[in-house]
């Protein structure tokens, strides 16, 4: 009597070839059905991608999609890799409103560029009457700029149009108006100084809801530098800041953005001031600084690809929380934060009254 088991008969190897040849056929109809339904959801996907991207250059035509991301995140070739170049990412934006004579047959003392949102109008209007005044500090030429990118939702650009016209001091570029997108903000600030108003002897970045008092940042820390000033940053210094890794921070940073353990020296985004020649240095610098989107960390980098050393200010000139007003107080700070409209008006005017002893 005859015995056969397993693969040697004949009888169960005819059964496992027809199963081998079911498994198989079946396998390739899912995978056929599944490759059709994912290129249906990816010509899906770039139809809305398309109609939002069109939606957004009716209302402005220059326009530009960050590796079609709209809400602000960064492009993937800077989430991926360090070693490529970023300036498809921070070089890449078009002025829509720019004032490119702003510095025409003049080189002003200090730029102040000033980021902002189109919604902080009450904002602007308190700065321009006090302390970003361009005859804020008499026998000082002063330029004030304001910093802005694009809205998709409830801006009205015919106003902002018309605030332009009436007071020359906004610039504004087409890349979305995001907090992920600060970075690019105070880059366009940098760009415009090197590209406009090169001669310059210093220029501040700040924000709208800080106060500045420009009389003390002039007479007492800028008027006394060296006539040939260069390479000079100053501000409130963070060193030896780490980067958080907690989601739930408004500074966070994701280790594929930034993998590093430790930031290089960097001065607070609420207030920071420079020599003219650093502007084209630090624009330069975004050339190959991999971009991230902290601001005044990513400055920080672009300083230190530089070698510029920053220079420590004197003890709490620049304050990056609210300090209590105090006429006393007011008069020996350059920078006080979280500052209202109505809080801008009425600290500068009280500083302006000559009975103010202390």
């Known amino acids: 009597m005859s015995y056969c088991s397993g693969f040697f008969c004949p009888m169960q190897r005819t059964k496992r070839n027809l199963f081998l040849v079911f498994a198989i056929f079946f396998t390739a109809i899912y995978l056929i059905s599944y490759s059709y339904n994912s290129a249906r959801l990816a010509k899906s996907d770039d139809r809305h991608m398309e109609s939002e991207a069109s939606l957004l250059k009716k209302v402005f035509p220059n326009f530009k999609q960050i590796s079609g991301k709209e809400n602000g995140e960064l492009p993937p070739e800077n989430e991926k890799s360090e070693n490529k170049n970023t300036s498809t990412s921070t070089q890449s934006f078009t002025f829509i409103i720019n004032e490119e004579e702003k510095c025409k047959d003049k080189a002003p003392f200090l730029v102040l560029l000033i980021s902002t949102t189109a919604a902080e109008l009450q904002h602007r209007n308190a700065i321009r009457k006090t302390w970003g005044n361009e005859t804020a500090v008499p026998g000082v030429d002063i330029v004030r700029l304001f910093l802005l990118g694009i809205k998709t939702q409830d801006a009205n650009e015919d106003l902002l149009l018309r605030e332009s016209e009436q007071y020359h001091d906004i610039i504004q570029q087409d890349f979305l108006d995001t907090y992920n997108n600060l970075t690019l903000k105070t880059l366009m600030g940098m760009r415009w100084v090197a590209s406009y108003c090169s001669g310059t002897r210093f220029a501040m970045k700040t924000d709208s809801d800080v106060f500045v008092n420009t009389v003390h940042l002039i007479e007492k820390l800028l008027r006394p530098l060296p006539p040939s000033t260069q390479n000079y940053f100053t501000g409130c210094l963070m060193s030896g800041h780490r980067p958080i890794r907690n989601k739930a921070s408004k500074w966070y940073i994701s280790e594929?953005?930034?993998?590093?353990?430790?930031?290089?020296?960097?001065?607070?985004?609420?207030?920071?001031?420079?020599?003219?020649?650093?502007?084209?240095?630090?624009?330069?610098?975004?050339?190959?600084?991999?971009?991230?989107?902290?601001?005044?960390?990513?400055?920080?980098?672009?300083?230190?690809?530089?070698?510029?050393?920053?220079?420590?200010?004197?003890?709490?000139?620049?304050?990056?929380?609210?300090?209590?007003?105090?006429?006393?107080?007011?008069?020996?700070?350059?920078t006080s934060h979280h500052i209202s409209p109505h809080e801008h008006i009425i600290y500068w005017e009280t500083l302006q009254e000559k009975e103010n002893t202390c």
């Open 256 to 334: 594929e953005e930034f993998p590093g353990n430790r930031y290089h020296p960097f001065c607070s985004g609420t207030g920071y001031v420079f020599s003219g020649d650093l502007a084209a240095k630090i624009v330069n610098a975004s050339l190959t600084v991999k971009f991230i989107h902290l601001e005044d960390v990513y400055v920080g980098f672009c300083l230190n690809a530089k070698g510029v050393k920053i220079v420590p200010p004197p003890h709490s000139l620049f304050n990056i929380h609210k300090v209590p007003f105090s006429p006393c107080v007011y008069n020996k700070i350059i």
